[in-house]
């Protein structure tokens, strides 16, 4: 089983819609850490964010946002009013002790924004 | 502005020859760093932890022949790909953390094409 998934592959659309972007994972760990990484075209992985898994608040900053449940073992990343500079693969990962204290990543979604 | 850094950026050798990566961190004295490998339209899948002084940690299934990684010092990690052939064309990237908040920067990558 899939520890991190992301089961969106590809998502298109237009200027100034909202996208959610799902991930789902799993962990026996109490303690663990989920994080958002965008890497747009150039390839350059870009830090978004880190949640601990204490801290179930959603978070906003400028047109993102993160809604973290616990109870539904989910992390999902909102953009809102997209734009083309959007347009990026977007990488869940997860972080913890059951899997070595290493990154574990989603497959990714490839978002495309069209003008 | 970046953490990371990679150089080259891009190389193109022939088959046979061994190509050497630099990873830097910019801003952190890192006693460990992280290799990734990326296919085209894929995830990141580590490769090893690269561990200033001591020896690299290698992931299940990476020939640590193949792969030489050094970690001379707190700064700079090295991947040599040893003896290269067309199925190691990839995209390289590396990262270091920082053990508190446990967040992941990463390079810009190196895409290697051996022909």
């Known amino acids: 089983a899939q520890k991190v998934t992301q089961a969106q592959t590809e998502i298109s659309v237009v200027e100034k819609e909202d996208v959610t972007l799902d991930c789902v994972y799993e962990?026996?760990?109490?303690?663990?850490?989920l994080f958002w990484y965008k890497q747009p075209p150039s390839g350059e992985l870009v830090f978004l964010i880190r949640?601990?898994?204490?801290?179930?608040q959603n978070e906003i900053s400028g047109r993102y946002s993160w809604n973290f449940q616990k109870s539904t073992s989910s992390f999902n990343f909102t953009i809102t009013s997209s734009q083309v500079v959007d347009s990026a693969v977007y990488f869940c990962?997860?972080?913890?002790?059951?899997?070595?204290?290493?990154?574990?990543f989603g497959a990714g979604t490839i978002l495309r924004v069209k003008s | 502005g970046a953490v990371v850094s990679q150089h080259p950026s891009w190389v193109i050798c022939k088959s046979g020859t061994s190509v050497k990566i630099e990873c830097r961190s910019l801003?952190?004295?890192?006693?460990?760093m992280f290799w990734y490998r990326q296919f085209p339209k894929q995830s990141l899948m580590l490769m090893a932890t690269?561990?200033?002084?001591?020896?690299?940690?290698?992931e299940q299934g990476v020939e640590k022949d193949k792969f030489l990684i050094n970690h001379a010092s707190l700064t700079l990690s090295t991947l040599t790909v040893t003896s290269a052939h067309p199925e190691d064309s990839s995209f390289y990237i590396c990262?270091?953390?920082?053990?508190?908040?446990?967040?992941?920067?990463f390079g810009p990558g190196t895409r290697l094409t051996v022909l």
């Open positions: 990962a997860l972080y913890g002790s059951e899997y070595g204290n290493k990154l574990v």
């Open positions: 801003d952190f004295q890192a006693t460990t």
């Open positions: 949640r601990n898994s204490f801290d179930e």
């Open positions: 990262s270091r953390g920082v053990p508190v908040p446990l967040t992941q920067y």
């Open positions: 690269s561990n200033e002084g001591s020896k690299a940690t290698y």
């Open positions: 962990t026996r760990d109490t303690t663990y850490y």
